[in-house]
């Protein structure tokens, strides 16, 4: 119908739908698919939260780095925007990628994850990763 925006809402819910589903492989690719759309329309504010969407699976999904980098991708387009609250879910998520990070992997790339994130979003190396 022509109605483009409204084509990458429709693929945003059928995401959420299999995200529910424990789907995630299904659910990046209709993300991704309205991702595109956004993206082509110039809608920032979807774009961001569509990149964090998919940011959010790949933590469910274990894949941390890949997680880190497209979760800072949708704060830096939040921060950009002056999204508040969804620059603080976009931080949640980040912080659990990098909890991610140092249960499956060394304290020095957890450390080195914690101040390469902290360097670049500028959120406080104290806020990503407390000490214990």
Same mark, same amino acid.
């Given at each position: 119908m022509?109605?483009?925006?409204?084509?990458?809402?429709?693929?945003s819910n059928i995401g959420f739908v299999y995200d529910a589903?424990? @789907? $995630?492989?299904?659910?990046? %690719?209709?993300?991704?698919?309205?991702? #595109?759309?956004?993206?082509?329309?110039?809608?920032?504010?979807?774009e961001g939260y569509r990149t964090y969407l998919i940011g959010t699976v790949y933590v469910e999904l274990a894949q941390y780095l890949e997680a880190l980098e497209t979760l800072q991708q949708a704060f830096f387009i939040m921060?950009?925007?002056?999204? @508040? $609250?969804?620059?603080?879910? %976009?931080?949640?998520?980040?912080k659990d #990628?990098?909890?991610g990070i140092r249960n499956n992997n060394s304290d020095i790339?957890?450390?080195?994850?914690?101040?390469?994130?902290?360097?670049?979003?500028?959120?406080p190396l104290t806020e990503l990763c407390p000490a214990d």
């Amino acid at each position: 119908m022509g109605d483009r925006a409204g084509e990458g809402i429709t693929l945003s819910n059928i995401g959420f739908v299999y995200d529910a589903q424990g @789907e $995630d492989e299904e659910a990046i %690719a209709y993300y991704q698919q309205a991702l #595109a759309i956004a993206r082509k329309l110039g809608l920032r504010s979807s774009e961001g939260y569509r990149t964090y969407l998919i940011g959010t699976v790949y933590v469910e999904l274990a894949q941390y780095l890949e997680a880190l980098e497209t979760l800072q991708q949708a704060f830096f387009i939040m921060e950009e925007l002056g999204e @508040e $609250d969804r620059m603080q879910r %976009a931080q949640r998520w980040i912080k659990d #990628a990098l909890e991610g990070i140092r249960n499956n992997n060394s304290d020095i790339t957890y450390q080195q994850q914690c101040q390469a994130v902290s360097q670049t979003t500028g959120i406080p190396l104290t806020e990503l990763c407390p000490a214990d």
